[in-house]
Antibody, heavy 121, light 113 residues
Framework: EVQLVQSGAEVKKPGESLKISCKGS????????IGWVRQMPGKGLEWMGI????????RYSPSFQGQVTISVDKSISTAYLQWGSLKASDTAMYYC??????????????WGQGTMVTVSS | DIVMTQSPDSLAVSLGERATINCKSS????????????LAWYQQKPGQPPKLLIY???TRESGVPDRFIGSGSGTDFTLTISSLQAEDVALYYC?????????FGQGTKVEIK
């Protein structure tokens, strides 16, 4: 079964760092892009960026460029989303997701269960 | 960025009746050389991740009931639920994957009247 399994919920203080993960299984991890999507409480979906595990080619939304880092460790089929200094406004559900076709970035048919990040003093 | 605007923000439809959601993009998402619209529709229920319903504007994802119909081209798109069922109560989002960043509409909430 193709699936993406994300790390568990996090509660952090402003200024702290964080790295959340997304592990792929049931498919060839290196041949499908992995994207990250933010959903703030009660709000809509925001595309943050996407990475190709095969060569770590990464594309960011300008809204998130410089605010987060997307990376991958293909040896363990895991993608990451990390923050160097969290803000209260980073409080959100974060989803990783995979497109339906290898080598493309077109839409997402496989989604992780989401990681809730809460930033509060 | 391509801005996606959905209408209405919410709608209430009787069981068995038609629900229609519109999505307008700020620029065309039609890749004319291959005649494909880079537009997807998702359904999201509370506490769940989004579920892909439609891609290429009108291609139904495997397993999606045929009451979900995507249509439109260029900048104007529609998701129609031909006969609303109780399990269709959810938020619906359109997404363009023509440009980077990919962008979503603000969402439309579908409820039972």
């Amino acid at each position: 079964e193709v699936q993406l399994v994300q790390s568990g919920a996090e509660v952090k203080k402003p200024g702290e760092s964080l790295k959340i993960s997304c592990k792929g299984s049931g498919y060839t991890f290196t041949t499908y892009w992995i994207g990250w999507v933010r959903q703030m409480p009660g709000k809509g979906l925001e595309w943050m960026g996407i990475i190709y595990p095969g060569d770590s080619d990464t594309r960011y939304s300008p809204s998130f460029q410089g605010q987060v880092t997307i990376s991958v460790d293909k040896s363990i089929s895991t993608a990451y989303l990390q923050w160097g200094s969290l803000k209260a406004s980073d409080t959100a559900m974060y989803y990783c997701a995979r497109p339906p076709k290898t080598g493309t970035t077109y839409a997402f048919d496989i989604w992780g269960q989401g990681t809730m990040v809460t930033v509060s003093s | 960025d391509i801005v996606m605007t959905q209408s209405p923000d919410s709608l209430a439809v009787s069981l068995g009746e038609r629900a229609t959601i519109n999505c307008k993009s700020s620029q065309s998402v039609l890749y004319s050389s291959i005649n494909k619209n880079y537009l997807a529709w998702y359904q999201q229920k509370p506490g769940q991740p989004p579920k892909l319903l439609i891609y290429w504007a009108s291609t139904r994802e495997s397993g999606v009931p045929d009451r979900f119909i995507g249509s439109g081209s260029g900048t104007d798109f529609t998701l129609t639920i031909s006969s609303l069922q109780a399990e269709d109560v959810a938020l619906y989002y359109c997404q363009q994957y023509y440009g980077t960043p990919q962008t979503f509409g603000q969402g439309t909430k579908v409820e039972i009247k």
